[in-house]
T-cell receptor, first 116, second 112 residues
Framework: AQSVTQLGSHVSVSEGALVLLRCNYS??????LFWYVQYPNQGLQLLLK??????LVKGINGFEAEFKKSETSFHLTKPSAHMSDAAEYFC??????????????FGQGTILTVHP | DSGVTQTPKHLITATGQRVTLRCSPR?????VYWYQQSLDQGLQFLIQ???????AKGNILERFSAQQFPDLHSELNLSSLELGDSALYFC???????????FGPGTRLTVL
């Protein structure tokens, strides 16, 4: 079965520091991969997606992620954290074909705290 | 604003009751997905409809059912509610079945 592991349920960084949120997936074939962000009391907003084109994917708000097949990873990075980046981040995977029909399997989420 | 609307925003009800959650997808989107977000289970896929037909089922309880209407809006029906059903229920829509999904603001269900 498809699974997604986000290493670290809480990550704390200083404003201006590098943000690195880790995501590993298990899948027999490379799936589609997504990062979503959830601000308090809001829905999920798509940050970026990997759909088997370029392995380095750029998203909104300065975030990017690199797909590494050999490591089955899709880590999210941002060079310089802003206070407004404080939120919960979810990595998600979508199997291709079979009976998945694009359903998303989510990781447990990582809460990012940004200190002034 | 994702363009996906969900009503109501909050719902408080008692055990044993039945509720209906409503979702309107983005204009042009044919797929609707329902997800449940709870503290202990995280975000879990419940069910998907594409152009009125059920396509995929996840960990959806038998007490729960859904449908997608000809105008493409969808409803999630939860019956014989239990305390453990308290959660955030999200609807998401996409153009097809493997495209990015856009999430609504969610319905927070509290079962007392």
């Amino acid at each position: 079965a498809q699974s997604v592991t986000q290493l670290g349920s809480h990550v704390s960084v200083s404003e201006g520091a590098l943000v690195l949120l880790r995501c590993n997936y298990s899948s027999s074939v490379p799936p589609y991969l997504f990062w979503y962000v959830q601000y308090p009391n809001q829905g999920l907003q798509l940050l970026l997606k990997y759909t088997s084109a370029a392995t380095l994917v750029k998203g909104i708000n300065g975030f990017e992620a690199e797909f590494k097949k050999s490591e089955t990873s899709f880590h999210l990075t941002k060079p310089s954290a802003h206070m407004s980046d404080a939120a919960e981040y979810f990595c998600a995977v979508s199997d291709l074909g079979g009976t998945s029909y694009g359903k998303l399997t989510f990781g447990q989420g990582t809460i990012l705290t940004v200190h002034p | 604003d994702s363009g996906v609307t969900q009503t109501p925003k909050h719902l408080i009800t008692a055990t044993g009751q039945r509720v209906t959650l409503r979702c309107s997808p983005r204009s042009g989107d044919l797929s609707v997905y329902w997800y449940q977000q709870s503290l202990d289970q995280g975000l879990q896929f419940l069910i998907q409809y594409y152009n009125g037909e059920e396509r995929a089922k996840g960990n959806i309880l038998e007490r729960f059912s859904a449908q997608q209407f000809p105008d493409l809006h969808s409803e999630l029906n939860l019956s014989s509610l239990e305390l453990g059903d308290s959660a955030l229920y999200f609807c998401a829509s996409s153009v097809g079945t493997y495209n990015e999904q856009f999430f609504g603001p969610g319905t927070r269900l509290t079962v007392l």
